[in-house]
Structure formats: structure tokens, C-alpha cells
């Protein structure tokens, strides 16, 4: 059974940093894309980061560029947002997502976790 748990999110100070954590089981990590979308209340989920399979090819929305890194760890199955100057738009609950040899920004993702909550004051 394939499973993604994303953590790592929490209340953080308008400028502050976080660092989210998408660990998958039961899948074979090295073949998998994965994106990391984010939902705010009222709104569409949207993309935010993706990372290729081979770890070779990062994407980012326009609005993080700069600010968030996608990477991942092969030996951990882990898939990892670092967040750095937060501001309260970033507040949302994220999400990663996995798909076999393939990454990008649509959300054709064949894989799905449940979200970690992003909380941004000012």
C-alpha cells in the first residue's frame, strides 16, 4: 500500500522558515517525480515545487522562486520543501504528491498525501 506523510508544518513568524517533509512507503521511490502543491482556505490547490525522478530537474511556481528548495533524499524516501522568508499568502495546508517518472506542475499526480498545515502571522 502506497502511503505519503507529509510533517513539518506549524505556526511560524512572518519571515521565518520551515522545512517540510513528504516520506513515501510502498512505492519505488527512485522511480518517482513528486510536486508539493499547497491549498489555501477558499482557494484552488496549486503548485508550488516539483522535483524529477532522477532529482536532476526542479520547478518552481513564480511566487517561491528564490524563496522555497524541493530536494530529496533516495535513502530516506523523503522529499523535502525548505520554506525560507514566509509571508502570511504562504499560510495553507500543503501537500506532496508522487508519480512514476514524471513531475511537473499539472496535478496529475498518481499519489497523494494528507497535508501538513502552514500557518504564517505577521
Known amino acids: 500500500q502506497v502511503q505519503l506523510a507529509e510533517s513539518g508544518g506549524g505556526l511560524v513568524q512572518a519571515g521565518g522558515s520551515l522545512r517540510l517533509a513528504c516520506v513515501s512507503t510502498?512505492?519505488?521511490?527512485?522511480?518517482?517525480?513528486f510536486g508539493w502543491f499547497r491549498q489555501a482556505p477558499g482557494k484552488e490547490r496549486e503548485f508550488v515545487a516539483a522535483?524529477?525522478?532522477?532529482?536532476?530537474?526542479?520547478s518552481y511556481a513564480d511566487s517561491e522562486e528564490g524563496r522555497f528548495s524541493i530536494s530529496r533524499d533516495n535513502a530516506r524516501n523523503t522529499v523535502y520543501l525548505q520554506m525560507n522568508s514566509l509571508k502570511p499568502e504562504d499560510t495553507a495546508v500543503y501537500y506532496c504528491g508522487a508519480r512514476q517518472f514524471g513531475a511537473s506542475r499539472d496535478q496529475l499526480y498518481t499519489y497523494w498525501g494528507q497535508g501538513t498545515q502552514v500557518t504564517v502571522s505577521s
Open positions: 522535483i524529477s525522478w532522477t532529482g536532476l530537474s526542479t
Open positions: 510502498g512505492l519505488g521511490f527512485n522511480t518517482y517525480g
